[in-house]
């Protein structure tokens, strides 16, 4: 696999992850702020939550690690959790957008 092909599959592993009180997941929400992925195909991301008091912020940023560890290829994965710069609605995708009625 290519770091390309890496970074795509994370994409899609991400599309599958979930904040158990919104029905989008964290990829679309804007969530995920950076995904390195380096040549020896370990990964470095950071994300962030909609709020910092989020009472599923274990949860989710467990699901991701695992998700992406459980990728053919990748070595490791280190989860970030950051709240610079604060997230507001304006990340998320315009589906996102659509689906929570914000459009």
């Known amino acids: 696999m290519t770091k390309l092909e890496i970074e795509e599959r994370i ?7 979930f904040d ?4 989008v997941n ?3 929400l804007g969530l995920i702020y950076k995904v390195d992925v380096q040549e ?12 910092p008091n989020c009472p599923a912020a274990d949860f989710i940023v467990e699901d991701v690690r695992q998700k992406i560890e459980a990728i053919t290829g990748v070595t490791s994965v280190v989860v970030n959790l950051v709240f610079e710069p604060e997230w507001n609605k304006d990340m998320m995708t315009d589906e996102a957008k659509l689906e929570l009625g914000f459009m």
């Open 11 to 17: 994409i899609e592993v991400l599309k599958t992850v």
């Open 20 to 23: 158990p009180e919104i029905p």
């Open 26 to 28: 964290v990829y679309d």
């Open 40 to 51: 020896d195909f370990s990964v470095n991301l950071d994300m962030t939550l909609t709020a």
